[in-house]
């Protein structure tokens, strides 16, 4: 079977940001089967060509490379994902042209498959699908655009419309239907889209990658945090992110000197929220910029706490952040200022401590709380690895995912 996804933030394991897809695509190639990825040339934490030297194309729309067994068509799209929300829009647009370009030049396929947000690349995937009469396999990674017009950031009525008009034609139009949230099932079938065209492939993690009796000496050594308490958050850096509220509890903390907080990661707020953190001569805080994600094993095993965060916004409750099973699966607690099915997965394991989104004191006493008691910490820790590795382990969801494509491989209805 070879699998064609079209995916502009597609990143390999030596990039920063969400490896989801490039761990269930491996284990298709482990098991035999060919996966090709058209991907963009820019990097969509950090906007910047992720291969300057190649940043142009002066050759062409796309070149190739590999990541592990995966083979990687990079697709042209402008570096100006960063200057503004029009901007923004452009680049998704140009990248949706060229990837079809790139994708009908990826040999022979068996299943398109297009991912969403951006809304406007899986369009791009339902084109090639139908060019090429193959199954459209789409996958819902977050509801766009409800959280686009909760956030504020898509405010034009004719654009909102227009937006949920392409929703709903990709739901209709697509073979299979693919959710990364039990939310989002519900939130399809709300939308029209029968039960038996949906499946579940939670976010998860790869366990084995982590080790939890790990310490993580070097990391420590490297950033200069001794024997401190580190509380790590690793993750995008964005409106979406609410890490000005994590600033504010550094604040509230800097009278304890044996708390260190450690932000890890890049996006759109990084180099704002740094500035703010400077400004206030925050001497607890470090912004490390983005890391690989082959990094994370080493940046986790330096944590005490883990912390995730989203803005309070009522859709936001329908997501599993990727960022809170890699601190399940490291065997560290998490402080989690995100309402909803995440809240349910963390309580459930009792893996660590619910705070309200915005609740600065909360969540500067639930921090500091943990910090005091290493005998909690180590408890919530072995809680939450034991129940991520038995409910969300990538290698069990990828098995998962390989039936849902032999499945449209074998009843798929190309050209609907």
Known sequence: MHLLLIHQAFVSGQEAGGTRHVELGQHLVDHGDRVTVVASQVSYLSGQPIDPARA???????????????????????????????????????????????????????????????????????????????????????????????????????????????????YRHADH??????????????????SERISLVPNGVDVSMFDPADRGEKVRERFGLGDRCVVVYAGAIGPANNLGVLLRVAERLRH?????????????DRRRLQAEAGGAALRNVTFTGPLPKSEMPGILATADVCVALLRDIPMFRTT?????????????????????????????????????????????????????????????????REHVT??????????????????????GRPGR
Not at 98 to 120: C, E, H, N, Q
Not at 177 to 191: F, K, Q, T
Not at 350 to 356: C, K, L, M, T
Not at 366 to 375: F, H
């Open 56 to 170: 142009g194309l002066r050759r062409g729309l796309f070149y190739r490379e590999r990541a592990g067994g995966i083979s990687v068509l990079r697709a042209y799209a402008p570096a100006v994902l960063h200057r503004s929300f029009v901007w923004r829009v452009i680049a998704f647009m140009v990248f949706a042209l060229t990837s079809i370009w790139a994708g009908l030049r990826a040999g022979r396929v068996d299943v398109v498959m297009g991912t969403s947000p951006p809304i406007f690349q899986a369009v791009s995937a339902w084109s090639v699908a139908r060019m090429r009469r193959r199954p459209f396999l789409l996958e819902v990674r977050d509801l766009w655009p409800e959280f686009a017009v909760e956030m504020g950031i898509l405010r034009n009525p004719v654009l909102i419309a227009l937006s949920r008009w392409l929703e709903r034609f990709l």
């Open 390 to 411: 038995a409910r969300f382990d990538r290698a069990r969801q990828a098995d998962q995912f390989r039936r849902v494509l032999n499945d449209m491989v074998t009843t």
């Open 177 to 194: 239907l693919l959710v990364n949230s039990p939310a989002y099932r519900d939130y399809l079938m709300g939308r029209g889209v029968p």
């Open 256 to 268: 304890l000197p044996t708390i260190h907080f450690l932000i890890v990661g890049d996006g759109k």
């Open 320 to 384: 599993y952040p990727n960022k809170v099973f890699d601190y399940m699966a490291a065997g560290r607690p998490t402080v989690l200022a995100i309402d909803g099915v995440i809240r349910s997965v963390v309580e459930e394991a009792r893996a660590g401590v619910y705070v309200r989104p915005d609740d600065v004191p909360a969540m500067a006493g639930a921090i500091s709380g943990l910090c005091a008691d290493a005998e909690l910490r180590r408890s919530m820790g072995a809680s939450a």
